[in-house]
């Protein structure tokens, strides 16, 4: 076992991203609501006490889970609303929610959560940010037609990158979410090398 | 309060549907992880004997939201198996999908919970037809991108009919869902008069 005293020395930071990393897992296998602390802490062989050392609340350590990805969210939002033209703007917005995605399985799982969704909404910096992202997507098409579209590619890219497709390589998959994204959108592939790059990162 | 004893009567049934009625509403406000038993029955001012009487587990209580609803889909995967052509099928899943999503939007919340599909998956006959609606979409363009096509389109359609989209008339949010998961998947829309009643049903 592991004691708050211990933890607070230099492996302060490695115990913080430990908790962050068996959240995460938890929360992919559990759904938020169906993880406590107490579960994180038996998981790593830690007491609660440890624990409170870092998060005092569930509700911590989602944020600490959410933020990086909500930061690197606001980053592919500001980039594809300095583009010129609906359709760069969509595809750039496209293909950096599949990498995100991709890259952060857990997103399946919280973007679906109502209980997550419910604590974050409540939040107006993240529910400017989704309505950004809905935007980017919808006035493709526009009206109520526009919106359903931007909500299904959304859902379904979150959904499909989650711990069912574990199997298919980072890259391949990120390729079959764009190409369904951009069919779903009535978008075509660019040819610019901006968004091969982005494909690729 | 009510006890068990009068629930026993002849409201019986009645009560059965209310607890099932308030299991919907509180499970996709709050993911199936979220909710207790308890919660259900302060919600109807009940005691948590008198649910007993009716479910001993939440899930229980689970299996008879999802019972009627896995029928319903174990319908639409046979009529749609039973067509010629992979495209006919696929357009016949997709539509038939839409429409149970749209008319059971708890299926939005549902099917991305991780706690719920571990548990439905864990059942030979539920896991089979996932597999058996995955085939008749994934089947168009086959392969790893076939499947990640299919993913997203019904991962796409449960989460954009789910309470967000509570403002949209049914048939309007079916038409979109249909229109949309047809572009993914690379369908054309039919001109037969099936498909036309299916729509609009």
Redo the contacts between chains.
């Keep these: 076992m592991a004691t708050a005293a211990a933890l607070a020395t230099d492996g302060v930071t490695d115990t913080r991203q430990r908790l962050i990393d068996v959240a995460v897992d938890l929360f ?7 993880t406590s602390l107490q579960m994180i802490a038996d998981e790593l062989g830690f007491t609660k006490a440890a624990i409170y050392h870092h998060f005092r609340t569930r509700e911590q350590l989602l944020d600490a889970v959410v933020e990086p990805i909500l930061e690197r969210l606001r980053v592919i939002i500001g980039e594809a609303e300095e583009l010129r033209g609906v359709h760069a703007r969509a595809d750039h917005m496209l293909t950096g929610f599949a990498a995100l995605a991709v890259e952060n399985r857990v997103v ?2 919280l ?5 997550v969704s ?1 604590m974050l909404r409540s939040r107006r910096v993240w529910d400017e940010l989704i309505d950004r992202q809905m935007a980017l997507l919808a006035d493709v098409e526009g009206g ?2 526009g ?3 931007a ?10 990158s ?4 574990a199997g ?1 390589e980072r890259a ?2 990120h390729r ?2 764009v ?3 951009r ?4 978008l075509r592939a660019p040819r610019s090398s901006r968004t091969t790059a982005s494909e690729e990162s």
Tied chains: 1, 2.
């Design positions: 992919t296998r559990h759904s938020f609501a169906g399946a799982v973007a679906a959560d109502p209980a419910e109520p037609a919106m359903v579209k909500a299904v590619v959304l859902a379904g890219i979150s959904g499909a989650g711990p069912n497709f298919i391949d998959l079959y979410l190409e369904t994204g069919r779903a959108l009535g």
